[in-house]
Structures are given as C-alpha cells and as structure tokens.
Nanobody, 128 residues
Framework: HVRVEESGGGLVQAGGSLRLSCVASGRDGVQYTMGWFRQAPGKEREFVAGINWSGTSPSYADSVRGRFTISKNDTENTIGLQMEGLKPEDTAVYYC?????????????????????WGQGTQVTVSS
C-alpha cells in the first residue's frame, strides 16, 4: 500500500507565497513520478505541476508557470511546491499524487481519475 501525505497550505493574501510539501511511502526502493493537482469548488480536479522520479524534469500547467516551482529529492519520494504571486483563482484543495505506472510524458497528460495514489488534500485560500 502506498501512502501519500501533504502538509502546508493555509490562508494568504493575493500576491503572497505558500509552500506545500508531500511525501510518498510504502514500497521500499520504488521511486515515483509525483505531482500536484487542485480542485476548486464546483470544478474538476486539474493538473498543476508534476516532476519525474529523478527530479530533473518539471512540468507546469499554463496557469501557474512562472509562479509555482516544483522540486523533488532525487533519493526520496518527497516533493515541494513553492507558490509565489498567489491569486484568488489559485484557491482550491491541493492534492499530491504519486505514480509509477506510466511514463512522465503520459503522466502529465493523464486524467486525474486514472491515477491511483492520492493524499488527503490541503486547503489553499487566497484572499483578494
């Protein structure tokens, strides 16, 4: 069983910064592709940022590119998401995902419903 756990999040004013962290554990020796997704009220869960197992290839949604930075420890299944210049439209529950079932190229195009290992989510609220 793979366990995914997020931390961070909270309330911040527009233009502010927050950092999210996530760790995946449960299978010794397995390195995961990992990513962040978010879901706002009344909307579908959407891809935010992903990174390959070695931490060398980040990928971002257009809406966050240039403001968010994803990073990964190349020896551990731990990732961070540094969020700068936050906007009210970034308000959502942010979910961490871990995957080892497909290539990174396929991962960043995958529907969230096709991915298996999720954290419980952490709320990010940006006030205007």
């Amino acid at each position: 069983h793979v366990r995914v756990e997020e931390s961070g999040g909270g309330l911040v004013q527009a233009g502010g910064s927050l950092r999210l962290s996530c760790v995946a554990s449960g299978r010794d020796g397995v390195q995961y592709t990992m990513g962040w997704f978010r879901q706002a009220p009344g909307k579908e869960r959407e891809f935010v940022a992903g990174i390959n197992w070695s931490g060398t290839s980040p990928s971002y949604a257009d809406s966050v590119r240039g403001r968010f930075t994803i990073s990964k420890n190349d020896t551990e299944n731990t990732i961070g998401l540094q969020m700068e210049g936050l906007k009210p439209e970034d308000t959502a529950v942010y979910y961490c995902n871990a995957d080892n079932s497909r290539s990174f190229r396929d991962y960043v195009k995958s529907l969230p419903s096709s991915l298996a290992y999720w954290g419980q989510g952490t709320q990010v609220t940006v006030s205007s």
